[in-house]
């Protein structure tokens, strides 16, 4: 009987859970893992160029997937990937992270090796980890796949970030167990739980419902049909738009704090109460913190607990949604929709300059229904709230984590993992820039993205904010147009979009090819931006004490 090695047993039970791809950047500590990852063929290697790309590119797969994972090596891998890694972290993404480390006897004895700071402190890094993922697991020679079990059960069961140190020596070595399949995935919601679900209902029959980004993550999303059908009125924060089809007669817009239209917010934080299911309550998803959700008539449905004057744990969020929804009582009024589905059928002037609505709503006409969406944080993110999107449309952002850069490798990760949906990504030029070395993945493992680069001329979302004419949120102009196939994406068909008919016609062929990656570029305005941005930053100027945009551009 064949011997596994203690890295085949990891990448058996990564297989077995669903995963076949795993994205990262080779490394002395990491090659013999490797080699015998290439020898298995039990999961796909994809060689990104940084540790950075590669992690978003794990946070993009498991978005699309559930789960995803990125290999990196000891010290400069993994503080590479850090920042993605957190990403994760912050916006609820299951990305499993192995880091292959110095042999055992190194560790030990505090060696002064290379990709540390030659102190003796080889522990560094780990406790660096223990900060930024949601559980870290050290393998050892004492019972390693017991360890490996462990972390596997706990990633799959929270999808939540998972660190596995795993030391080089360790890694290699024969094991005489057999491998034992991971066992099945059993999910329950506790009594307690489901009793204080029950009890709200009955004191509140005709809350709301508000969903967040973790029901977006967590397997609600196939759930939300079910509102429709009892007709309970359902808002979304931000992050979760899409999460319910745009066009139903129970979904009454986006909850945005004090950014949202007064009868939304009134609605939302009225005195019938509200189900927050999944909601993460963060500045970039209340208005700044402006939401005014009273605890006494608010029930919170989380990853895994229930609260409402108790909290309890095991309960999880499908579950919990499953029984709310059993739960609850059909509404019979119709509700005051905050959305203009007319707006996404606009008609365009075709020989029209394009501006950041005309290029959103032109997209929202062309984009089909069953796609997955990346809009990067700043101007590609609010234009996407001010959209219609076609039914079953999967928006993803990061809005809690908020680095720019995220959407490019993301979206190729996503495209990558077999999902059926096709990809879309939408970026601005100055966060393009920070992670597109990653085309590089369309010719060598056939990502196919429709990827919109706003060639805006730096960092509008900052102009709009403070520093419109300050040289600070300027960046390098880069001829785009011959970008991707320099980078190694040769295959990718690169058009620039001097008005609405070329956007439009652009489109067109890129959702009839799905052969191949498009990259569309946009050229803006450096101060176009939609109405949410607009809004937002008059917010914000106002906060600061600053000038409107518009005095500050009239005064030269």
């Given at each position: 009987?064949?011997?596994?090695?203690?890295?085949?047993?990891?990448?058996?039970?990564?297989?077995?859970?669903?995963?076949?791809?795993?994205?990262?950047?080779?490394?002395?500590?990491?090659?013999?893992?490797?080699?015998?990852?290439?020898?298995?063929?039990?999961?796909?290697?994809?060689?990104?160029?940084?540790?950075?790309?590669?992690?978003?590119?794990?946070?993009?797969?498991?978005?699309?997937?559930?789960?995803?994972?990125?290999?990196t090596t000891f010290g400069v891998g993994e503080l590479s990937a850090a920042t993605a890694i957190a990403g994760s972290t912050a916006e609820d993404v299951g990305v499993l992270h192995i880091v292959a480390t110095p042999p055992t006897n190194a560790l030990n004895v505090g060696s002064p090796l290379h990709h540390s700071f030659a102190d003796g402190d080889l522990q560094r890094f780990q406790r660096v980890a223990q900060e930024i993922h949601n559980k870290t697991f050290t393998v050892t020679e004492n019972n390693p796949l017991k360890t490996i079990k462990e972390?596997?059960?706990?990633?799959?069961?929270?999808?939540?970030?998972?660190?596995?140190?795993?030391?080089?020596?360790?890694?290699?070595?024969?094991?005489?167990?057999?491998?034992?399949?991971?066992?099945?995935?059993?999910?329950?919601?506790?009594?307690?739980?489901?009793?204080?679900?029950?009890?709200?209902?009955?004191?509140?029959?005709?809350?709301?419902?508000?969903?967040?980004?973790?029901?977006?993550?967590?397997?609600?999303?196939?759930?939300t049909p079910g509102l429709a059908e009892k007709?309970?009125?359902?808002?979304?924060?931000p992050n979760a738009k899409g999460i319910v089809n745009e066009t139903d007669s129970n979904y009454i817009g986006i909850y945005n704090g004090k950014l949202s239209s007064p009868s939304l917010k009134n609605r939302a934080e009225g005195p019938s109460g509200r189900v927050l299911i999944g909601c993460t309550l963060a500045d970039t998803t209340t208005g700044g913190l402006s939401h005014i959700f009273s605890s006494k008539n608010t029930l919170i449905i989380d990853a895994h607990t229930v609260s409402w004057n108790s909290r309890f744990e095991n309960a999880p969020i499908k579950q919990a949604?499953?029984?709310?929804?059993?739960?609850?009582?059909?509404?019979?009024?119709?509700?005051?929709?905050?959305?203009?589905?007319?707006?996404?059928?606009?008609?365009?002037?075709?020989?029209?300059?394009?501006?950041?609505?005309?290029?959103?709503?032109?997209?929202?006409?062309?984009?089909?229904?069953?796609?997955?969406?990346?809009?990067?944080?700043?101007?590609?993110?609010?234009g996407a709230l001010d959209s219609i999107?076609?039914?079953?449309?999967?928006?993803?952002?990061?809005?809690?984590?908020?680095?720019?850069?995220?959407?490019?490798?993301?979206?190729?990760?996503?495209?990558?993992?077999?999902?059926?949906?096709?990809?879309?990504?939408?970026?601005?030029?100055?966060?393009?820039?920070?992670?597109?070395?990653?085309?590089g993945l369309v010719d060598r493992y056939g990502a196919n993205p429709v990827i919109l680069i706003l060639d805006n001329d730096g960092y509008t979302v900052e102009r709009i904010i403070r520093g419109e004419k300050a040289a600070y949120n300027d960046v390098a102009q880069w001829q785009w147009r011959q970008l991707p196939a320099t980078?190694?994406?040769?295959?990718?068909?690169?058009?620039?979009?001097?008005?609405?008919?070329?956007?439009?016609?652009?489109?067109?062929?890129?959702?009839?090819?799905?052969?191949?990656?498009?990259?569309?570029?946009?050229?803006?305005?450096?101060?176009?931006?939609?109405?949410?941005?607009?809004?937002?930053?008059?917010?914000?100027?106002?906060k600061a004490k600053l000038p409107s945009l518009e005095q500050s551009l009239s005064e030269g």
């Open positions: 009987m064949k011997k596994f090695t203690i890295v085949e047993h990891l990448y058996k039970h990564i297989r077995e859970v669903g995963v076949k791809t795993i994205f990262g950047v080779p490394g002395d500590f990491s090659l013999a893992m490797l080699d015998i990852l290439e020898s298995s063929n039990a999961l796909r290697w994809i060689g990104c160029a940084t540790e950075l790309g590669a992690a978003y590119c794990a946070d993009g797969y498991a978005r699309a997937n559930g789960l995803g994972v990125v290999l972390a596997i059960h706990y990633w799959r069961t929270k999808a939540s970030t998972t660190y596995i140190m795993l030391p080089q020596d360790i890694a290699v070595k024969e094991s005489d167990n057999d491998f034992l399949p991971t066992p099945p995935l059993y999910e329950h919601i506790s009594p307690n739980a489901s009793k204080l679900i029950s009890e709200f209902i009955n004191k509140y029959p005709n809350a709301i419902a508000i969903l967040g980004n973790v029901a977006q993550r967590r397997g609600v999303r196939e759930l007709n309970i009125p359902v808002a979304v924060l949604f499953i029984h709310w929804l059993s739960c609850s009582t059909p509404f019979a009024e119709e509700h005051a929709t905050h959305h203009k589905e007319s707006e996404r059928f606009s008609k365009i002037d075709p020989q029209a300059a394009l501006t950041q609505k005309s290029m959103w709503t032109i997209l929202t006409q062309k984009m089909p229904e069953h796609v997955r969406i990346f809009a990067e944080t700043g101007s590609p993110h609010y999107f076609a039914n079953d449309t999967v928006f993803e952002c990061a809005s809690i984590w908020s680095a720019i850069g995220y959407a490019l490798p993301a979206s190729l990760g996503a495209s990558l993992s077999e999902s059926t949906r096709r990809v879309v990504s939408v970026i601005g030029d100055g966060a393009a820039q920070m992670t597109a070395n990653e085309f980078l190694g994406a040769k295959s990718a068909r690169t058009t620039v979009c001097i008005n609405s008919a070329s956007f439009a016609e652009s489109l067109s062929e890129a959702f009839k090819d799905e052969s191949r990656a498009h990259v569309i570029i946009v050229p803006l305005d450096k101060y176009d931006a939609t109405t949410s941005l607009l809004t937002m930053g008059k917010f914000l100027r106002a």
